[in-house]
């Protein structure tokens, strides 16, 4: 909302009723439609995805964020689980209030003070009209690949939040890239096991490449995490609350 040109939707609908059988492998791994069309060839395996979705697994009610943009598909797979979605595209607002910042830099009177502008104040001033949630909202948050693209000193600073807007027991999956990706990407779930990548515009280059004990310390307050790596350069993280 305002200068940010926050987008927050919230969706509700009842969950169907399962039909005869349920909906559940004896293991109580959720299971999807498998037929129909098949998918573009920008879809992709994910374990991180299922591992996400088995945690979520037998909650009534529940509340996830998603941190990309809109896509119906996304918010229909949650919904229909019962879940009620919230989406806040971050990147795309930080993108929005750097151009506000821009616009104000230029404006700015001699002698102004100039600590306003530095990248610890600009974080700070974005996530005070970001994320702005009460404490313990959700169970579930789809972060994507959204910690490669931000700021250096915007990236603890909004994992902090998160922490403080997820439940005890609640699961974020984030995405990391092993190497520069040549494309930026934005995500849809498609079914219980896969997720599609659609090469959109960039907003930002690639900021870094996290190793493995930095994305660790990011985490450190969460109780448990996993990893699963993929041939495509992908690291997907699971970090339980």
Not at 127 to 155: C, G, K
Request: proline letters at 5%; aromatic letters at 10%.
């Amino acid at each position: 909302m305002g200068l940010l040109n926050k987008l927050r939707v919230a969706h509700e609908r009842q969950a169907a009723t399962p039909s005869a059988g349920g909906d559940k492998h004896p293991t109580g791994t959720p299971v999807g439609d498998r037929s129909g069309p098949a998918y573009a060839l920008g879809v992709r395996l994910s374990n991180g995805l299922k591992e996400f979705l088995w945690h979520l697994n037998g909650i009534g009610n529940g509340s996830l964020l998603d941190l990309g943009p809109v896509w119906q598909t996304t918010v229909s797979f949650f919904v229909e689980r019962g879940f009620k979605v919230y989406t806040e595209d971050l990147l795309g607002a930080w993108k929005e209030f750097l151009r506000v910042e821009e616009d104000r830099l230029r404006e700015m009177a001699p002698g102004m003070d100039a600590a306003e502008m530095t990248p610890t104040a600009r974080a700070e001033r974005f996530l005070s009209n970001s994320l702005q949630y009460s404490p313990d909202t959700f169970d579930a948050v789809l972060a994507w690949d959204l910690l490669d693209y931000l700021d250096s000193e915007l990236v603890p600073r909004v994992v902090t939040r998160l922490t403080e807007l997820i439940k005890e027991g609640g699961v974020i999956l984030a995405i990391f890239h092993s190497r520069k990706p040549d494309c930026f990407f934005r995500y849809r779930v498609v079914n219980v096991q896969n997720f599609e990548l659609l090469p959109s515009p960039a907003l930002f280059p690639a900021q870094r490449i996290f190793q493995n004990r930095e994305i660790q310390n990011l985490f450190s307050r969460f109780h448990s995490s996993k990893t699963f790596v993929g041939r495509d350069q992908l690291r997907e993280g699971l970090f339980i609350r």
